[in-house]
Nanobody
Framework: QVQLLESGGGSVQAGGSLNVSCRISSYPYTNNCVGWFRQTPGNEREGVATVNSGGTTNYADSVKGRFTISKDNGKNTLYLQMDSLKTEDTGMYSC??????????????????????WGQGTEVTVSS
């Protein structure tokens, strides 16, 4: 059974940094896409960053130059380093992974509908 477990969220002042992690277990797909999404009440889920099994990364325009997605395949862990945080970065951050029906274009465009496995999320709060 595939499981995704996030950790590392918390509260920080604007301009600060946070690193969130996602441990992925029992994941069988060699060709894959994993990523981070965020959501705030009343808003649609937003694809923040993705990385495919070839190492190609894609970022939302709102986080380019500030966030870095990476993964450690040996540890089965996905990371999101968030620097120069802004109050608008506040939200529930969830990691996700694709299933058997990998859509490479969907990965690049960070479409949530293309991801079959999700973590519970970790809260990130950025205060002014």
């Amino acid at each position: 059974q595939v499981q995704l477990l996030e950790s590392g969220g918390g509260s920080v002042q604007a301009g600060g940094s946070l690193n969130v992690s996602c441990r992925i277990s029992s994941y069988p797909y060699t060709n894959n896409c994993v990523g981070w999404f965020r959501q705030t009440p009343g808003n649609e889920r937003e694809g923040v960053a993705t990385v495919n099994s070839g190492g190609t990364t894609n970022y939302a325009d709102s986080v380019k130059g500030r966030f870095t997605i990476s993964k450690d395949n040996g540890k089965n862990t996905l990371y999101l380093q968030m620097d120069s945080l802004k109050t608008e970065d506040t939200g529930m951050y969830s990691c996700a992974a694709t299933g058997w029906n990998l859509d490479w274009v969907g990965c690049a465009r960070r479409r949530a509908s293309g991801f079959g496995y999700w973590g519970q999320g970790t809260e990130v709060t950025v205060s002014s």
